[in-house]
């Protein structure tokens, strides 16, 4: 194994560990987050939405479920199942379009396992995880008729998106719908905070799970997350400082 | 039985995560070789995913058609376009004449002006940014596209030198040291969550796969 190879186990070891400390000190040492004003919303709109028989959709992206785009996808799937439960006797349940195949899967397999952890295991419809289109701007292009025509109220996109991010963010905005967006990519992000009431910035994205409450494990990694930043931050502080100072070259 | 199952599932999915996952740090060759054919197996897999993706499409929109709901004339132009291509294809493979004549002239085309149209609707958002969230924020991202913008820009006006130059060395200095600086920061949160949620899954406590 090379030098870099120790580092990354060792960081991961390091990322695993917390995680796990998080998870066992659980309600012993309550966490408290900064309150995050798309999150706070996000459950009136919700509430909203199921008194007026409107639905909640969710986007999970265009992005594929091999590699590394996949992980604010599956972000996006940790929400899919707490608004599920949360919306189970709601006239309407959720709807999730993707732009990955697997990712629909994914969906529908997700969509399914939340109804049944609340025993409404007849609420499940096999279209309500759909793949929308293959290509990016096709499923853009596909998300105004999922929008008009099926009584959208919350539209939230949490996934991989690239350029497309903008349209998707603005046809739920042209609806009224209430529009949360969030996504890994830079870029994609500052569309979003163009065009979306409620944009996701930087990692909040990932931390959707802890503020919806989907589980244990979710509060533990958003702890282990701001953990480790402030521990990059201290380490790249200090390495500036022993650069500056000429202590390391 | 279904509980068995689901940890079936759960062991088989942490399994082959953990086999990939070691793969990028240990170099023996069983271990590799194991990681490339996982990978290999998941790319074939979202290959037959696509398949399966297509049979929900059809059915989401084939229903459609069928109760006439609201919007069903768009689902009949999608299965019919559907049915069309995939013949086309099928039998005449995706290269054929006709095939590349439908991309070349439906396809492309619809895709170009969606691009064209995010350029509007960028525009349209800007102004409707300024009236929805007036916040520090929302005034230095605006300030700043705007400045980038124009700095980027070919310069109208002749005879404006060092003007140009102070703007454009301006604009090179924010997008190359302020913003480059805050997408960094921005990187390294995306990959401490990225981190997170692969942990999560490993650990098999957040199941896509079902169970």
Request: charged fraction near 15%; charge should be neutral; aromatic fraction near 10%.
């Given at each position: 194994?090379?030098?870099?190879?120790?580092?990354?186990?060792?960081a991961l070891a390091v990322f695993l560990g917390l995680l796990l400390l998080f998870a066992a000190l659980g309600r012993r040492l309550p966490a408290t987050f900064r309150p995050i004003p798309a999150f706070e919303a996000l459950g009136r709109a919700i509430e909203r939405a199921v008194e007026a028989g409107?639905?909640?959709?969710?986007?999970?992206?265009?992005?594929?479920?091999?590699?590394?785009?996949?992980?604010?996808?599956?972000?996006?799937?940790?929400?899919?199942?707490?608004?599920?439960?949360?919306?189970?006797?709601?006239?309407?349940?959720?709807?999730?379009?993707?732009?990955?195949?697997?990712?629909?899967?994914?969906?529908?397999?997700?969509?399914?396992?939340?109804?049944?952890?609340?025993?409404?295991?007849?609420?499940?419809?096999?279209?309500?995880?759909?793949?929308?289109?293959?290509?990016?701007?096709?499923?853009?292009?596909?998300?105004?008729?999922?929008?008009a025509t099926e009584g959208v109220a919350v539209h939230m996109l949490i996934g991989s998106f690239g350029v497309e991010a903008a349209l998707a963010a603005d046809f739920g905005e042209r609806e009224n719908a209430f529009v949360i967006a969030g996504t890994d990519d830079v870029q994609s992000q500052a569309?979003?905070?163009?065009?979306?009431?409620?944009?996701?910035?930087?990692?909040?994205?990932?931390?959707?799970?802890?503020?919806?409450?989907?589980?244990?494990?979710?509060?533990?990694?958003?702890?282990?997350?701001?953990?480790?930043?402030?521990?990059?931050?201290?380490?790249?502080?200090?390495?500036?400082?022993?650069?500056?100072?000429?202590?390391?070259? | 039985?279904?509980?068995?199952?689901?940890?079936?599932?759960?062991?088989?999915?942490?399994?082959?995560?953990?086999?990939?996952?070691?793969?990028?740090?240990?170099?023996?060759?069983?271990?590799?070789?194991?990681?490339?054919?996982?990978?290999?197996?998941?790319?074939?897999?979202?290959?037959?995913?696509?398949?399966?993706?297509?049979?929900?499409?059809?059915?989401?929109?084939?229903?459609?058609?069928?109760?006439?709901?609201?919007?069903?004339?768009?689902?009949?132009?999608?299965?019919?376009?559907?049915?069309?291509?995939?013949?086309?294809?099928?039998?005449?493979?995706?290269?054929?004449?006709?095939?590349?004549?439908?991309?070349?002239?439906?396809?492309?085309?619809?895709?170009?002006?969606?691009?064209?149209?995010?350029?509007?609707?960028?525009?349209?958002?800007?102004?409707?940014?300024?009236?929805?969230?007036?916040?520090?924020?929302?005034?230095?991202?605006?300030?700043?596209?705007?400045?980038?913008?124009?700095?980027?820009?070919?310069?109208?006006?002749?005879?404006?030198?060092?003007?140009?130059?102070?703007?454009?060395?301006?604009?090179?200095w924010i997008s190359q040291v302020w913003a480059a600086g805050g997408a960094r920061g921005i990187l390294l949160g995306v990959a401490l969550g990225a981190t997170a949620t692969g942990l999560r899954v490993l650990l098999g406590t957040e199941r896509p796969y079902g169970g």
């Amino acid at each position: 194994m090379t030098g870099s190879a120790w580092q990354g186990l060792a960081a991961l070891a390091v990322f695993l560990g917390l995680l796990l400390l998080f998870a066992a000190l659980g309600r012993r040492l309550p966490a408290t987050f900064r309150p995050i004003p798309a999150f706070e919303a996000l459950g009136r709109a919700i509430e909203r939405a199921v008194e007026a028989g409107q639905r909640v959709h969710i986007s999970l992206g265009t992005g594929s479920t091999v590699g590394q785009e996949s992980a604010p996808a599956f972000a996006g799937l940790a929400a899919l199942s707490s608004i599920a439960r949360t919306t189970s006797m709601s006239d309407r349940p959720v709807v999730a379009t993707t732009g990955d195949a697997a990712m629909a899967i994914l969906a529908r397999d997700t969509l399914r396992s939340a109804y049944q952890s609340v025993g409404a295991a007849e609420r499940y419809e096999p279209t309500a995880g759909r793949l929308l289109a293959p290509t990016p701007f096709s499923y853009v292009a596909g998300l105004p008729l999922v929008l008009a025509t099926e009584g959208v109220a919350v539209h939230m996109l949490i996934g991989s998106f690239g350029v497309e991010a903008a349209l998707a963010a603005d046809f739920g905005e042209r609806e009224n719908a209430f529009v949360i967006a969030g996504t890994d990519d830079v870029q994609s992000q500052a569309l979003f905070f163009a065009t979306a009431e409620y944009p996701l910035i930087g990692e909040e994205v990932f931390a959707t799970g802890a503020y919806l409450e989907v589980g244990g494990l979710h509060t533990a990694s958003l702890r282990t997350q701001d953990v480790l930043r402030w521990a990059i931050i201290a380490l790249i502080l200090g390495g500036t400082l022993l650069s500056t100072f000429g202590v390391l070259r | 039985m279904r509980v068995r199952l689901s940890a079936l599932w759960a062991a088989v999915a942490l399994a082959a995560g953990l086999f990939v996952l070691l793969g990028y740090f240990v170099q023996f060759k069983a271990i590799q070789d194991l990681r490339l054919t996982f990978l290999h197996w998941a790319v074939l897999l979202a290959g037959a995913a696509l398949i399966v993706g297509l049979v929900n499409l059809v059915s989401v929109h084939w229903r459609k058609v069928g109760l006439l709901e609201e919007g069903w004339i768009y689902s009949a132009v999608l299965i019919l376009a559907l049915v069309i291509t995939l013949g086309l294809g099928l039998f005449f493979g995706p290269d054929n004449a006709v095939a590349l004549f439908i991309f070349s002239n439906f396809q492309l085309p619809v895709e170009t002006s969606l691009m064209a149209l995010l350029a509007v609707s960028l525009v349209v958002a800007g102004f409707r940014l300024v009236s929805r969230r007036r916040d520090l924020y929302t005034l230095i991202f605006l300030a700043t596209a705007l400045f980038v913008m124009v700095g980027t820009a070919p310069w109208p006006l002749p005879g404006l030198g060092t003007f140009e130059v102070v703007v454009r060395d301006l604009r090179a200095w924010i997008s190359q040291v302020w913003a480059a600086g805050g997408a960094r920061g921005i990187l390294l949160g995306v990959a401490l969550g990225a981190t997170a949620t692969g942990l999560r899954v490993l650990l098999g406590t957040e199941r896509p796969y079902g169970g």
